[in-house]
């Protein structure tokens, strides 16, 4: 296989992460947003094998979940992003997975003042679900982990992360189109402007 982008310690691939987790070598960290299941429907097939993956893979992991529907794996530790929103879908849950021991909880809060867009580090958002660039930021200083996997990789955030932190990563997409913005991201070159 080819990948769709390779540079720089960062690497994109185009497909079904079912398929691609088995033939990539050890990752230190899986930092990744799912879909997520309903109550009605198993939106990506979680029985058929992708559970067991993240079962059997020894590194630390933070999964980004809905609190509509029960975590389905083992965990360590909850991190909460508090969106600041206001509404229904105000806050997520972020399960650790892997190293550390015991109950603990993060909170991030999105800051009341400041423009979502900029807090996310684009002028606008690229996928539905994207998560705020600075919020993945502070998961990898937490994380301390060098080599990241994120197998929904979406429209690249933890990517653009990873390479803002100068830190190796690998992206799985099973959409061109995401492979294609992220891939953009990526080719800009990154200018720091503080926090």
């Given at each position: 296989m080819t990948p769709y982008y390779d540079k720089d310690g960062i690497t994109i691939w185009l497909g079904d992460c079912r398929e691609i987790l088995p033939t990539l070598g050890k990752?230190?960290?899986?930092?990744?947003?799912?879909?997520?299941?309903?109550?009605?429907?198993?939106?990506?097939?979680?029985?058929?094998?992708?559970?067991?993956?993240f079962r059997e893979m020894t590194c630390q992991q933070f999964i980004f979940w809905t609190p509509a529907v029960p975590?389905?794996?083992?965990?360590?530790g909850m991190h909460v992003w508090d969106k600041a929103t206001g509404s229904n879908t105000q806050f997520e849950?972020?399960?650790?997975?892997?190293?550390?021991t015991g109950y603990k909880i993060h909170r991030y809060i999105t800051p009341h003042n400041r423009v979502r867009a900029n807090w996310c580090?684009?002028?606008c958002l690229d996928h539905y679900s994207q998560k705020p660039l600075q919020l993945i930021r502070q998961l990898f200083k937490d994380a301390d982990a060098?080599?990241?996997?994120?197998?929904?990789?979406?429209?690249?955030?933890?990517?653009?992360?990873?390479?803002?932190?100068?830190?190796?990563?690998?992206?799985i997409e099973i959409e061109e189109k995401y492979c294609e913005i992220a891939a953009e991201r990526l080719r800009?070159?990154?200018?720091?402007?503080g926090d």
């Open positions: 990752v230190d960290l899986v930092l990744t947003d799912p879909p997520y299941p309903t109550w009605k429907q198993d939106e990506y097939h979680y029985e058929d094998g992708l559970l067991e993956q975590f389905p794996l083992d965990w360590c849950l972020i399960y650790q997975r892997g190293r550390g580090g684009d002028v060098g080599n990241v996997c994120d197998p929904f990789m979406g429209s690249g955030t933890t990517l653009h992360a990873a390479k803002r932190e100068g830190r190796r990563a690998i992206g800009q070159g990154v200018l720091e402007f």
